[in-house]
């Protein structure tokens, strides 16, 4: 579940308007630094907390889909080849919130061609599509990341835990 946690909000911040920004060892899923308390020079300073040294251990792991960094990386990496290769992402398309009428699920709509749905919970979610079919979609619906359609059952879409969908 930690890995979909983490997969969940790189999706959320490489899907949003804006530049992406990954501090190095976030692909590789890289733990905290709590050893930057022993270091009076930067002690004070909490960022360091996510600037540790890279653990090239770790980084070796990247190309192996058995491991925990292999997962993320391939994770990461497959969201920035959709978002390179696609318009959806053009700077120009705003990224505008939507209520999804669930707590739980974050929505947001760019442009009218692309809904971003996100379970921000650990328990199975369903929106209602006539929450955001005012722009567009719903209609015939495939996410970009999985590259499927995406089925609504009596118009409403269902999301596992901490599942995410970049609907076009």
């Not at 946690?5 to 911040?13: T, V």
């Not at 705003?94 to 929505?107: H, L, R």
């Amino acid at each position: 579940m930690a890995i979909k946690r983490i997969l969940l909000l790189h999706a959320m911040i490489i899907s949003y308007t804006g530049i992406p920004l990954l501090y190095s060892g976030d692909e590789l899923g890289q733990l905290n630094n709590w050893n930057y308390k022993k270091d009076p020079a930067i002690a004070h300073d909490s960022r360091w907390l996510h600037r540790g040294p890279m653990d090239w251990d770790a980084a070796a792991k990247r190309k192996d889909l058995a491991t925990v960094q292999g997962v993320i990386f391939s994770g990461i990496r497959r969201m920035i080849e959709i978002r390179k290769s696609s318009d959806l992402f053009r700077s120009d398309l705003k990224s505008t919130p939507v209520d999804t009428g669930n707590k739980a699920v974050f929505g947001f709509h760019k442009g009218s061609r692309m809904m971003v749905l996100a379970n921000f919970s650990d328990q199975v979610q369903w929106v209602d599509a006539s929450t955001f079919d005012w722009f567009g979609l719903p209609g015939e619906m495939a996410d970009l990341l999985q590259g499927r359609p995406i089925r609504t059952y009596h118009n409403r879409i269902m999301l596992g835990p901490y599942e995410f969908l970049w609907l076009a």
